[in-house]
């Protein structure tokens, strides 16, 4: 019978999808193991070859687990809002729910099409209301929230007036706005209703405030900084600009010092728990201000070296520092300008990451120390970021070399701070503390003693504070985009309130076009007549799309309940993910914003632990192996060479369709109908009778033709091939090529495999009920035991090779045995699903599926050696092999090999002059 992977393929496909095989309860009396990859965006081009990896990993993960007795939570849902959809509506006017919907329908098909174990029943999508009413119930909920710092957690804000009521705002130790007011309780509660509020909206774990955002003028909207890539949008490749708007912002900062000390928690690569701490930045020091000359105003600085002040020469403001106007002389005006304006074309990525160009342009105004009160030019540049700390920084080139560079390209002073005190410098903790200053306030002192003295000096004289301060800066919580959650606010007096719970979701409103308005409001300013009440202008941006995919892994828990986010029985039984499978790309968006909604989720009493993923594995990429072709220069007609004649010639590669080349071998026939570049009576030059192309790996995409589409591999060698073979390339978390060429191994061993069930000439089943020898025992349970510990520590390559061996193995010792090959099936069952279902059948089990069955136990009495082969050798070359008893003794060994026949033919009747014998190893016979 031939191994018809199609047919199978389809049969446990339907089987599965009919007798609904993973769908999972929320009880069970089987231990809980929660499985989750991270949501796909479902885009247009669907899948290719890439794609699946992870998914395939985890999947592995969560059918063996089921074998292991656990209750398995795998589920699948698509993250579907997004600015792709968005800007295909705005070329064609089709709405984004048309296309989305059709993406989906695509990416389930696929990926039901390699036989995944998710529970389709729990299926999500962040688009659909009936999902967003709960991300839009979040956000009303952390509008509703303070974080207070005694407590260490977000408390209402209901608690939060209720104090001040009763004991004024500095009775409330919380993360708020700089410029909250000072108030007594009489103040407080003098103010009116308006006015109370308008004061509480500057402690609100979301707000609204003037953020400076990446804005793209061609896509209308606000980017993240991981949609901006090289100073232009990902999408499109459009020019983004620094902008300051009114924006939504998510408080993550109040939420800083957990989210450095979760990472101590949690089983994380190292590489991103260190991509988060850097993005959180936490920084110790001082922040002290700088007065204007000739004005009341002040600049604020913040320093972890406060003990360096006296090597401050210049300091340097952020291009979008709200003092820039005023500090700004006219002399000076036309060239701050063009400085600003050039800035705003630069991402803040570009920024951080330039350390060697140096750039900036005098305001004309100076600033004053506050220790010496000495005269310090103040400058712009694009190195200080405006979201960063106060947007301004002293410079002190003597100790830093950016500053040092700035300086020096500048022609500005560098005052070596230890010149004065070089006998401090001798001192045995002068090098390990670094600079000291030249004052009579600290003369003598080492750092750490220097840096509190300093610290209290500047908050005696209201100069400064000792503060804490973080790179990370509060999210950005806005889009100026149609295709989002829409926020569930409207306006009164100005002022934001939340609309009533009950009116959740808030629906995305019908709109003419997807576009901004003609005065540049976002597209939901189109919509006619939305007013919450028929009376309230609703916000008119959306959220991001990192909003509903910051808390999903809590709707699989409970994806129908109407009334909740999800039960407190299913959260209390799922509690947190436990294998969590997604790329290392999202080291500092989403993951780090989801650790930040389910702390605060855990806060309000909705999550039951502190982190929602235990273990993280971020798989590697697979690359794309592209081929080329070569076309000789200026030829007419145009003509290609072989790759292994290129160098006759002086060509130019061309990216050539991998899917129309087969061992790197050209179809050139499809190569010139493919290509609209490629005239009729264009040239081959061919080596031994075919047209070879070069290759080379790279990144897969569709501009190099190097995309393989999963359903093409699916046709032509089946799911299990395909699920195989990606797991053969190489260790889940590294990148690797991927090369069709190598494929057919992995089919053949397939094909194999069946071949120990049906006889191939005549298709009977060969399968026997004899009992298993200590051969076929050993071989199977190497194989148990190797798969079985691979599987544990997610090394799934390696266990490609066990199965392809121990099939060799089993041929070799023409074994069709029936209690062999149902453990083999088992083991093989998480990896290639369909062939094992089928074949589990075979086996008897029609009633049945292999997918509950218990993963077989090693036993490691199979492996322990009951006999030895040993090579006797008689001067040096080996002649006969003889087996012992594994405990034999050397006396009686040697007794049975100078009896042997064989061995006596090569004596020669001659006594042997010694005999050795090394245990467990060969017998040396010397005559």
Known sequence: MEYAFRDIEKKWQAFWEKNQTYRVENQSDKPKYYVLDMFPYPSGAGLHVGHPLGYIASDIFSRFKRMKGFNVLHPMGFDSFGLPAEQYAIQTGQHPAVTTEQNISRYIEQLKNIGFSFDWSREVRTSNPDYYKWTQWIFQELFQHYYDKDADKALPVSELTARFAAAGTKSVNAVCDEDV????????????????????????????????????????????????????????????????????????????????????????????????????????????????ENSERQIEVFTTRVDTIYGVTFLVLAPEHEYVDELTTPEQKAAVDAYVDATKRRSELDRMMEVKKVSGVFTGSYCLNPFNGEKVPIYLADYVLAGYGTGAVMAVPSGDQRDWNFATHFGLPIIPILDAQKDIAEQADATKEGHYINSGIINGMSYAEAVPTLVNWLEERGLGKGKINYRMRDAVFSRQRYWGEPVPVFFKDGLPYLIDEKDLPLELPAVDKYLPTETGEPPLGR???????????????????????????????????????????AIAYWKSIDLYVGGNEHATGHLLYSRFWNKFLKDIGIAEEEEFAKKLVNQGMIQGRSNFVYRVKDSQPATFVSAGLKGQYEVTPLHVD?????????????????????????????????????????????????????????????????????MFLGPLTDSKPWNTNGISGTFNFLRKLWRLFFDEQTGKNV?????????????????????????????????????????????????????????????????????????????????????????????????????????????????????????????????????????????????????????????????
Request: with cysteine; glycine share 4%; proline share 5%.
């Open 181 to 292: 007011p000072v108030l007594s309780a009489d103040e407080w509660n003098a103010l009116s209703e308006t006015e109370q509020y308008a004061i509480t909206l500057k402690y609100r774990l979301t707000y609204v405030a003037d953020a400076v955002v990446n804005w793209c003028p061609a896509l209308g909207t606000v980017l993240a900084n991981d949609e901006v890539k090289d100073g232009v949008s990902e999408r499109g490749g459009y020019p983004v600009e620094q902008k300051l708007m009114r924006q939504w912002m998510m408080r993550i900062t109040a939420y800083a010092d957990r989210l450095l000390n979760g990472l101590n928690t949690v089983d994380w690569s190292e590489s991103i728990k260190e991509q988060q701490r850097n993005w959180i930045g936490r920084s110790q020091g001082a922040s002290v201000r700088f007065p204007i």
């Open 527 to 569: 919509a006619a007549d939305w007013k919450y009440k028929g009376e309230y202008e609703y916000e008119l941006s959306t959220m991001p799309g990192w909003a509903g995919s910051s808390w999903y892994w809590f709707r699989y828990m409970d994806p129908r309940n109407d009334n909740e986010l999800a039960s407190k029985e």
């Open 658 to 726: 991998v899917n129309i080349v087969e061992q790197d071998v050209l179809d050139v026939e499809k190569f010139k109908q493919s290509r609209t570049d490629v005239p009729a009576d264009a040239v081959f030059i061919l080596e031994d009778g075919k047209y070879v192309c070069g290759w080379e790996v790279e990144k897969m995409s569709k501009s190099k033709f190097n995309v393989v589409n999963p359903d093409d591999v699916v046709e032509r060698y089946g799911a299990d091939t395909l699920r195989l073979y990606e």
């Open 767 to 927: 399968v026997t009920e004899d009992a298993a020898t200590p051969e076929e025992l050993k071989a199977l349970h190497k194989a148990i035991k190797k798969v079985g510990e691979d599987i544990e520590v997610l090394s799934f390559n390696t266990s490609v090779p066990a199965f392809m061996v121990l099939a060799n193995d089993l041929t070799s010792l023409k074994c069709h045995k029936k209690a062999i090959l149902s453990d083999f099936v088992k083991i093989l069952a998480p990896f290639a699903p369909h062939i094992a279902e089928e074949l589990w059948e075979v086996l008897g089990n029609e009633a049945g599926t292999v997918t509950f069955q218990e993963f077989p136990v090693f036993n490691p009495a199979f492996l322990v050696e009951n006999s030895f082969e040993y090579p006797i050798q008689i001067n040096g070359k080996v002649r006969a092999t003889l087996s012992f008893p594994a405990d034999a003794q050397p006396k009686d060994i040697e007794a049975e090999v100078l009896a042997n026949e064989t061995v006596q033919k090569w004596l020669e009747g001659k006594t042997p002059k010694k005999v050795v014998v090394v245990p467990k190893r060969i017998v040396n016979v010397v005559i």
